[in-house]
């Protein structure tokens, strides 16, 4: 399954407010579910909620069956539309590698979005099997980066 079909998927997922999606094709299993999530927004300086409602997250899984072994891994997407950057700066090594082991929060990548950087963090300890995207490429919202594993 090409990646600009997933996205596709994912929008149609979104669009249509469902909660758990599964297709099956071939030897590749893609589930993508959407959990909700309660975001609450403080007043400056007080800590005080001043206001609290859920928040929809895309979270994503991909399955794929190699040998009649399911192997699973979890998506890093996009959180926004931007310029994807593999290093800090061109000259420095970049965050993560194929087999690299990585830690919930470890920055992964940056987006930058309208002279913004971004950093990009995984969300689950593991090991990073692949990396979807290249350096400065155009990403998407919901667009997957990284399996991690």
């Known amino acids: 399954m090409e ?3 997933m996205i596709e998927l994912m929008k149609a997922v979104s669009d249509n407010s469902l909660t758990v999606f599964e297709l099956e094709q071939g030897d ?3 589930t993508m579910k959407r959990e909700k999530k309660v975001v609450a927004a403080y007043a400056a300086g007080t800590g005080l909620a001043v206001q609290q409602m859920p928040a929809e997250e895309p979270v994503f899984e991909e399955t794929v069956r190699t040998g009649g072994t399911p192997v699973t891994g979890n998506m890093i997407v ?3 539309v931007g310029t ?3 290093s800090p700066a061109p000259d420095v090594e970049n965050f993560v590698k194929v087999g ?3 830690k919930k929060g ?3 990548g940056i987006v930058e979005a309208m002279k913004l950087m971004n950093e990009i963090e ?3 300890d593991g090991v990073v099997e692949e990396i979807l995207v290249s350096n400065e490429d155009t990403v998407e919202y919901g667009q997957p980066l990284f399996r991690i594993g």
Do not use: G, M, N, R
């Open 84 to 86: 994807f950057y593999a």
């Open 122 to 124: 995984s969300e689950f």
């Open 78 to 80: 996009s959180p926004l």
């Open 28 to 30: 590749v299993k893609l």
């Open 106 to 108: 470890q920055v992964v």
């Open 100 to 102: 690299d082991h990585v």
């Open 3 to 5: 990646i600009k079909d």
